[in-house]
């Protein structure tokens, strides 16, 4: 299908996490500006969470039709995970040949931006200089080789430096950029025979916050025994007690700066790399004793944020997951889940891509049915939602090389779309999309946790829904003959009454037809059984074959069959019907170039349904026509079951 605008394909983790979120406000921002549609391909966490899991998750980048894409971006250090970004990056040098920038961790053969990270940490560290007059001060960086971990350690260095400081190895400290290490380096500095410094500045918010409380534990007050500092400037800092003094992470301006790029690569124009202004923000943790909390909150012109008990999500009233488990129709829940779009906020449209017998209904684990692995050929666009209205239609469907329909809509803005997917485990549904329109913003992590109720309400309909399923099945088989697929046994005695009843009620005639093979012993003693069942489902067929929607057909013993009416007007149609059957098997008998033949002797019961005292009388006046027309046929043929071409 035709774009109408060029298209510049994400490859991202965790696209609601703070710094995701801020390189994509900058990419959307630069990529709206410059008339490009972007496509994000996301899974909701840079973590593994189980095997399984992991791998349903990752499905959601076989989604891609690199053939659709103008450009590729990549963040690889959001999905380094088992090294998974080895293999995404392998899978893109094989099938796309268009502009590629890999952003934070130096990628071989493609564009490499990065984030400027070692302008920040120096300021941090001359204001600690500058400002608070202090001379020894420790550093703890990230993970040992990591890039961002190498580039922050740069900025300390050369602030020291240029403040002609002397560089002391023993006050540097490696950690996870994480919470699991603070412990660590502090115990180290208080056992060493040295003076604690007067400031440990650390490579992350999370980092600082446990260094704080590994000195808060020790009775070590903050910042007036020591200063920490932290840097990325996240909400767990800013509402820290005392409040970090950090640095704001300049990745929007990396998100610009990538745009950029890719543009200049994709057009040929000349690229001028943008630096940005770095921006501490003063907290309480260094000593200034600035509220930056009651700032930040002025800022933002509100007290409220997604996690309060205003959210709609966490409310104690949500029962989105309750109310979308107890559906166990297809139709209604989703018709279910499209009301329960509010949840999300503003948005411009939602979309869900259901994968074709996506609930691999009748199936088991060992089913080709059971989907891991991509996506189906046919993909169905089963929600089409927007703030006002939704459609639910499950007769929508589109080619899965499109991805997405919508993007090739003739729109009067570009839009960005979050493709995220959709999963139980490694059990592969589809994947849902939502769109923000032109506006520069991400998915929030209320989407996040409302997708994961979609995907487990999913498999719990899957499961109703196959539970369901093998409970007819169940019935079926107890009423079904298993070999020639007609009603048995069981199935004649329970709906050949209820018709009988039927046609009383109704004031209707009562016909019964009953057939017995003439000669099965012979062909399974003689030719066997596989034979046997040969000639039994060939008067099946013919039986079948006669039957009008309004008739049943039922197997009632190894060689006997009846066929059940209360539509027959006149004996003549019973007539018809037996020359019918004796036609189809003629047929047989001449095409099938067999031994044998395969015959079946006819008797009947017809009368006004009140007439008939119970299903066994309408048998036993079969019965004994059918009786008359096998001696019949036993003397016509002389017991020589090979020269018999004809039915009674």
Same mark, same amino acid.
């Given at each position: 299908?035709?774009?109408? $605008?060029?298209?510049?394909?994400?490859?991202?983790?965790?696209?609601?996490?703070?710094?995701?979120?801020?390189?994509?406000?900058?990419?959307?921002?630069?990529?709206?500006?410059?008339?490009?549609?972007?496509?994000?391909?996301?899974?909701?966490?840079?973590?593994?969470?189980?095997?399984?899991?992991?791998?349903?998750?990752?499905?959601?980048?076989?989604?891609?039709?690199?053939?659709?894409?103008?450009?590729?971006?990549?963040?690889?250090?959001?999905?380094?995970?088992?090294?998974?970004?080895?293999?995404?990056?392998?899978?893109?040098?094989?099938?796309?040949?268009?502009?590629?920038?890999?952003?934070?961790?130096?990628?071989?053969?493609?564009?490499?931006?990065?984030?400027?990270?070692?302008?920040?940490?120096?300021?941090?560290?001359?204001?600690?200089?500058?400002?608070?007059?202090?001379?020894?001060?420790?550093?703890?960086?990230?993970?040992?080789?990591?890039?961002?971990?190498?580039? $922050?350690?740069?900025?300390?260095?050369?602030?020291?430096?240029?403040?002609?400081?002397?560089?002391?190895?023993?006050?540097?400290?490696?950690?996870?950029?994480?919470?699991?290490?603070?412990?660590?380096?502090?115990?180290?500095?208080?056992?060493?025979?040295?003076?604690?410094?007067?400031?440990?500045?650390?490579?992350?918010?999370?980092?600082?916050?446990?260094?704080?409380?590994?000195?808060?534990?020790?009775?070590?007050?903050?910042?007036?025994?020591?200063?920490?500092?932290?840097?990325?400037?996240?909400?767990?800092?800013?509402?820290?007690?005392?409040?970090?003094?950090?640095?704001?992470?300049?990745?929007?301006?990396?998100?610009?700066?990538?745009?950029?790029?890719?543009?200049?690569?994709?057009?040929?124009?000349?690229?001028?790399?943008?630096?940005?202004?770095?921006?501490?923000?003063?907290?309480?943790?260094?000593?200034?004793?600035?509220?930056?909390?009651?700032?930040?909150?002025?800022?933002?012109?509100?007290?409220?944020?997604?996690?309060?008990?205003?959210?709609?999500?966490?409310?104690?009233?949500?029962?989105?997951?309750?109310?979308?488990?107890?559906?166990?129709?297809?139709?209604?829940?989703?018709?279910?889940?499209?009301?329960?779009?509010?949840?999300?906020?503003?948005?411009?449209?939602?979309?869900?891509?259901?994968?074709?017998?996506?609930?691999?209904?009748?199936?088991?684990?060992?089913?080709?049915?059971?989907?891991?692995?991509?996506?189906?050929?046919?993909?169905?666009?089963?929600?089409?939602?927007?703030?006002?209205?939704?459609?639910?239609?499950?007769?929508?469907?589109?080619?899965?090389?499109?991805?997405?329909?919508?993007?090739?809509?003739?729109?009067?803005?570009?839009?960005?779309?979050?493709?995220?997917?959709?999963?139980?485990?490694?059990?592969?549904?589809?994947?849902?999309?939502?769109?923000?329109?032109?506006?520069?913003?991400?998915?929030?992590?209320?989407? =996040?946790?409302?997708? $994961?109720?979609?995907?487990?309400?999913?498999?719990?309909?899957?499961?109703?829904?196959?539970?369901?399923?093998?409970?007819?099945?169940?019935?079926?088989?107890?009423?079904?003959?298993?070999?020639?697929?007609?009603?048995?046994?069981?199935?004649?005695?329970?709906?050949?009454?209820?018709?009988?009843?039927?046609?009383?009620?109704?004031?209707?005639?009562?016909?019964?037809?009953?057939?017995?093979?003439?000669?099965?012993?012979?062909?399974?003693?003689?030719?066997?059984?596989?034979?046997?069942?040969?000639?039994?489902?060939?008067?099946?067929?013919?039986?079948?074959?006669?039957?009008?929607?309004?008739?049943?057909?039922?197997?009632?013993?190894?060689?006997?069959?009846?066929?059940?009416?209360?539509?027959?007007?006149?004996?003549?149609?019973?007539?018809?019907?037996?020359?019918?059957?004796?036609?189809?098997?003629?047929?047989?008998?001449?095409?099938?170039?067999?031994?044998?033949?395969?015959?079946?002797?006819?008797?009947?019961?017809?009368?006004?349904?009140?007439?008939?005292?119970?299903?066994?009388?309408?048998?036993?006046?079969?019965?004994?026509?059918?009786?008359?027309?096998?001696?019949?046929?036993? =003397?016509?043929?002389?017991?020589?079951?090979?020269?018999?071409?004809?039915?009674?």
């Amino acid at each position: 299908m035709r774009k109408f $605008r060029k298209l510049i394909g994400i490859i991202i983790a965790q696209a609601d996490s703070p710094n995701q979120s801020k390189f994509l406000e900058g990419v959307f921002k630069q990529a709206f500006k410059l008339n490009y549609d972007t496509a994000v391909f996301s899974i909701f966490s840079t973590h593994k969470l189980s095997d399984e899991w992991h791998k349903g998750e990752l499905n959601i980048f076989s989604l891609i039709n690199y053939n659709a894409l103008d450009g590729l971006i990549i963040l690889p250090d959001t999905l380094t995970t088992d090294n998974f970004h080895l293999d995404i990056i392998g899978e893109i040098k094989k099938k796309f040949r268009k502009p590629v920038i890999a952003v934070d961790l130096e990628t071989e053969g493609f564009e490499n931006i990065h984030t400027d990270d070692i302008q920040s940490i120096k300021q941090i560290v001359s204001h600690l200089i500058e400002k608070h007059k202090m001379t020894d001060i420790a550093f703890m960086t990230g993970t040992k080789g990591h890039p961002h971990a190498t580039n $922050r350690l740069t900025g300390y260095y050369e602030a020291l430096i240029e403040h002609n400081l002397t560089i002391d190895q023993s006050r540097v400290f490696y950690g996870d950029f994480w919470y699991n290490e603070g412990e660590n380096v502090v115990r180290s500095l208080v056992e060493s025979d040295r003076p604690l410094p007067q400031a440990i500045v650390c490579a992350s918010d999370p980092m600082a916050i446990s260094v704080c409380e590994a000195l808060k534990s020790r009775g070590i007050r903050i910042p007036e025994d020591i200063a920490v500092t932290g840097y990325d400037s996240i909400d767990a800092g800013v509402n820290y007690v005392p409040s970090i003094t950090s640095a704001n992470l300049p990745i929007e301006n990396t998100g610009v700066r990538t745009i950029n790029k890719l543009h200049s690569l994709i057009t040929g124009t000349e690229y001028t790399d943008i630096k940005c202004d770095t921006e501490i923000v003063i907290a309480k943790s260094c000593g200034c004793s600035v509220n930056v909390a009651e700032k930040i909150r002025d800022e933002r012109a509100s007290w409220r944020d997604d996690g309060d008990l205003f959210n709609a999500f966490d409310s104690t009233y949500n029962f989105m997951l309750e109310a979308l488990i107890s559906k166990k129709d297809y139709c209604e829940y989703m018709t279910t889940l499209c009301w329960y779009g509010y949840l999300l906020g503003e948005y411009e449209n939602y979309y869900l891509c259901m994968c074709e017998n996506w609930d691999n209904l009748g199936g088991n684990e060992m089913s080709q049915d059971y989907l891991k692995k991509g996506y189906t050929k046919r993909m169905n666009l089963l929600i089409q939602k927007n703030q006002e209205t939704a459609f639910v239609e499950p007769g929508i469907h589109f080619d899965v090389s499109e991805m997405l329909p919508a993007i090739y809509e003739r729109r009067a803005k570009p839009a960005a779309f979050f493709f995220t997917p959709i999963h139980f485990n490694d059990r592969c549904f589809g994947y849902s999309v939502i769109s923000f329109g032109d506006k520069p913003v991400s998915y929030s992590h209320i989407y =996040r946790k409302w997708t $994961r109720y979609v995907c487990a309400s999913l498999e719990s309909l899957r499961r109703q829904r196959n539970l369901q399923y093998m409970y007819t099945k169940m019935e079926e088989n107890a009423v079904t003959d298993l070999l020639t697929g007609i009603y048995n046994r069981n199935g004649f005695n329970l709906y050949a009454g209820q018709m009988l009843n039927e046609a009383k009620e109704n004031n209707q005639n009562f016909t019964l037809i009953l057939g017995d093979m003439n000669n099965l012993k012979y062909i399974n003693d003689t030719f066997g059984h596989i034979e046997g069942d040969f000639a039994i489902k060939s008067v099946a067929d013919a039986f079948t074959n006669v039957c009008s929607p309004d008739m049943m057909c039922f197997r009632i013993g190894g060689d006997e069959y009846v066929i059940a009416c209360r539509t027959i007007l006149s004996e003549k149609e019973i007539t018809e019907i037996r020359d019918s059957v004796r036609s189809y098997l003629k047929n047989i008998d001449d095409t099938a170039d067999k031994p044998y033949s395969v015959s079946v002797s006819l008797g009947w019961y017809f009368d006004k349904a009140v007439n008939c005292e119970s299903i066994d009388y309408a048998v036993s006046v079969a019965d004994e026509k059918m009786f008359a027309a096998k001696e019949k046929f036993k =003397r016509d043929e002389g017991f020589n079951y090979k020269r018999s071409r004809s039915s009674n």
